[in-house]
Structure formats: C-alpha cells, structure tokens
C-alpha cells in the first residue's frame, strides 16, 4: 500500500515539475489521475479488510476514506474519460 502510494506521488510531482516548466502534459495529467484513484481505490479497499467489520462501520475512519474515496474517480473527470484522453493522445 504505502508503495503504491508513493509511486503515486511520484508520478503526480514529476508531471506539476513539467507543467511548471511549461511543458504540456495532458495525456500525462490523465495518466496521473486515473492511476491516482486506481491507488487510492485499491488501498482504501485493502485498509477497509485490513480493519474487518471495524471498517465497514462509521464509527470507524476508514469507512468514511472508503466513501470519500468513490468521489476520486468521479469528480473533475470520471477515470473513463482519463482513459479516452490518454487513448485519444497515445493513438495521434
Ligand atoms: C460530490 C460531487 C461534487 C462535484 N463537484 C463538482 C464541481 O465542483 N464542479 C463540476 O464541474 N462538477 C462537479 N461534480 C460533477 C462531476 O464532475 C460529474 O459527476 C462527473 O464529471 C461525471 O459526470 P456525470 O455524473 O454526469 O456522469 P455521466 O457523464 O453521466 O457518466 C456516467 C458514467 O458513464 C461514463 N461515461 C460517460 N461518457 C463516457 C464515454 N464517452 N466513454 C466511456 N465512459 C463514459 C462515466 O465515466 C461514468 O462512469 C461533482 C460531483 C459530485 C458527486
């Protein structure tokens, strides 16, 4: 989990460097996203079993990451439209 993490991270900063040296980068953009919330949806998933039925509960914080996370791959683009992007860029 914390690999997937930080290789996450990784890939998001090195692409604001480029885009902060004035590079265009959308079909990277796309590809930092949509692996972003593959992550995040794998290990909210992952920390969820890790707690049991602790986690499925409110009580417990990990049930609310889990809610929190869905928006991820559904807000300011749905991870389906990253994937055309990055389609879209690789095939011109
Ligand atoms: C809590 C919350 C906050 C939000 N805040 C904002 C905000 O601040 N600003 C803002 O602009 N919007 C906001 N949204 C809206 C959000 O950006 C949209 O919900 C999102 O873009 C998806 O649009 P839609 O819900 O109409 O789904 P639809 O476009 O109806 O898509 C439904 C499903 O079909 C898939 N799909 C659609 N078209 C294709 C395609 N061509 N190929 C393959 N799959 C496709 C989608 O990926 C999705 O899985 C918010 C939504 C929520 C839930």
């Known amino acids: 989990m ?5 290789a996450s991270r990784e890939f998001l900063y090195r692409v604001a460097a480029k885009i902060d040296a004035g590079e265009k980068q959308i079909k ?15 290990v909210t998933y992952d920390a969820s079993q890790i707690f049991g039925s602790c986690g499925y509960l409110r009580t417990c914080l990990v049930e ?8 991820l791959s559904i ?10 992007i990055i389609a879209k860029h690789i095939s011109s």
Request: hydrophobic share 35%; proline share 0%.
């Open 64 to 71: 609310r990451l889990c809610r929190d996370n869905r928006i």
């Open 75 to 84: 807000g300011g683009g749905t991870r389906e439209i990253m994937k055309e």
């Open 2 to 6: 914390a690999t997937l993490v930080e």
């Open 28 to 42: 990277e953009i796309s590809m930092a996203k949509n692996f972003s919330c593959m992550v995040s949806d794998r």
